[in-house]
């Protein structure tokens, strides 16, 4: 079970951390991952990081502005999200998968419930 937080509304410019906390004792063997829904849009990939932490990628549209980290030892992975823009806004989920690093949706098992992020300019 992923279980996210750290939504809210935020301006223009400000920060966010959202967390995702995972159940089990497996979270270590799993590839997480970020993506997000704006309203009337697809699901969209926003960034994976792989099982020891030690590589990630990013949508271009983040890079530079966000960062993914785990935290093994807690069962969590996090989002940092910095200069946040109004295209932000979209309501966020972390989903986890053990294959590869990927940014795509259709990969990953387990998705969470997901956690608002709005953006007001």
């Known amino acids: 079970q992923l279980v996210e937080s750290g939504g809210g509304l935020v301006q223009a410019g400000g920060s966010l951390r959202l967390s995702c906390a995972a159940s089990?004792?497996?979270?270590?063997?799993?590839?997480m991952g970020w993506f997000r829904q704006a309203p009337g849009k697809e699901r969209e990939f926003v960034a994976t990081?792989?099982?020891?932490?030690?590589?990630?990628d990013y949508a271009d549209s983040v890079k530079g502005r966000f960062t993914i980290s785990r935290d093994n030892t807690k069962n969590t992975v996090y989002l940092q999200m910095n200069s946040l823009k109004p295209e932000d806004t979209a309501v966020y989920y972390c989903?986890?998968?053990?294959?590869?690093?990927?940014?795509?949706?259709?990969?990953?098992?387990?998705w969470g419930q997901g956690t608002q992020v709005t953006v007001s300019s």
């Open positions: 989903a986890a998968n053990n294959y590869r690093l990927t940014s795509t949706a259709r990969i990953y098992d387990y």
């Open positions: 089990g004792r497996t979270f270590s063997s799993y590839v």
């Open positions: 990081i792989s099982r020891n932490g030690g590589s990630v």
